[in-house]
């Protein structure tokens, strides 16, 4: 955590949802700018739009490595965060399987006002990102290293 809770930035790796959830909620106020959550194995999509929803204000989220995060959860996310202007949603094929184009696609249709975008070691195709490259007309950092389907 840095700073005080009024614009803080809060980072966490390694989580249970009811430990975060109830840090989140009583120790950080709405207006948390950014946020980033890693290896959230017990974390799920219900579970993350809660607890972002309290954030009205959050202009960063980076997830890595969340498997009961999908496609869905994005246009929730995006409705609780509508200043969002960065975004990380990262995995590996192994760890988070069929994070692709479904998710690109929901990207592209819910987070029009994204600068910053990363999606590292995911299943998106040149599918996903036309979609986001139309989407997203704002974006201004793109990054999609290790996506093996994207041919360009």
Do not use: W
Request: hydrophobic share 35%; proline share 4%; aromatic share 10%.
């Amino acid at each position: 955590m840095e700073g005080p809770y009024g614009g803080a930035k809060a980072n966490y790796d390694h989580f249970g949802l009811l430990s975060v959830q109830k840090f989140l909620q009583r120790k950080i106020s709405s207006h948390l700018k950014s946020l980033k959550l890693a290896f959230g194995d017990g974390i799920t999509g219900k579970g993350l739009i809660k607890s972002v929803s309290k954030f009205p204000e959050l202009e960063e989220l980076h997830l890595s490595y969340m498997p009961y995060i999908t496609a869905r959860d994005f246009e929730a996310i995006s409705k609780c965060c509508s200043m969002l202007k960065s975004f990380k949603f990262n995995g590996t094929g192994s760890r988070i399987p069929n994070v692709g184009d479904s998710y690109a696609l929901s990207i592209a249709k819910n987070m029009p006002n994204l600068c910053y975008l990363q999606l590292f070691g995911n299943d998106l195709s040149d599918k996903g990102l036309r979609a986001i490259l139309d989407g997203c007309p704002h974006l201004e950092s793109l990054d999609i290293r290790r996506c093996f389907r994207v041919e360009l």
